[in-house]
């Protein structure tokens, strides 16, 4: 319990601060606008994550650990995994992408299309959470708000 009570005092703190600061407002924005990216999940990407709409896809993909990493050697061709980097980002993104694959309709037609492949669905998530740090990446890259149409095409 105490944990907890720690954990809503940080994160009633950091939004103040983000608050207060222009610069950080303005790059909170964009994934606030996001029908199913909350607080949490904007304010760990803020934090944690400094390097938003610096860093192209694959980059930031590879930063926060979601970019399918090989395990080849020689002619033996390895299962592709994601791990390592920020896994505290990650976690949090695994979350809010469950929370999209229900309720933000561009993430539910992708997932839907990647199980209809034949994609497991551990796999599916995790391509979905790509794609989601994708368009937030970018809207904050360049100051836009939440448009499906537009995400759609990522």
């Known amino acids: 319990m105490r944990r907890i009570s720690r954990q809503r005092e940080l994160s009633g703190s950091l939004e103040k601060l983000v608050k207060k600061s222009p ?3 303005e790059k909170d924005a964009p994934p606030r606008s996001v ?3 909350g607080p949490v999940l ?3 990407l803020l934090g944690g994550l400094p390097e ?3 860093l192209d896809r694959k980059k930031i993909a590879a930063l926060v650990g979601v970019a399918p990493l ?5 002619k033996i061709r390895g299962k592709r995994f994601v791990w390592g980097c920020r896994a505290d980002i990650r976690t949090k993104l695994y979350m809010g992408t ?3 694959i229900r309720f933000n309709p561009v993430i539910e037609v992708f997932y839907q299309r990647l199980i209809a492949a034949g994609k497991k669905p551990k ?3 995790t391509a979905c959470m790509r794609k989601l740090l994708t368009i937030l990446n970018a809207m904050i890259k360049n100051s836009t708000s939440w448009n499906p149409e537009m995400s759609s095409t990522t």
């Open 70 to 74: 090989n395990c080849d050697s020689g």
């Open 52 to 54: 938003p709409g610096n």
């Open 123 to 125: 796999v599916a998530i």
């Open 98 to 100: 469950v929370v999209a």
């Open 35 to 37: 029908p199913d990216v």
């Open 23 to 25: 610069v950080w407002r």
């Open 42 to 44: 904007s304010l760990n």
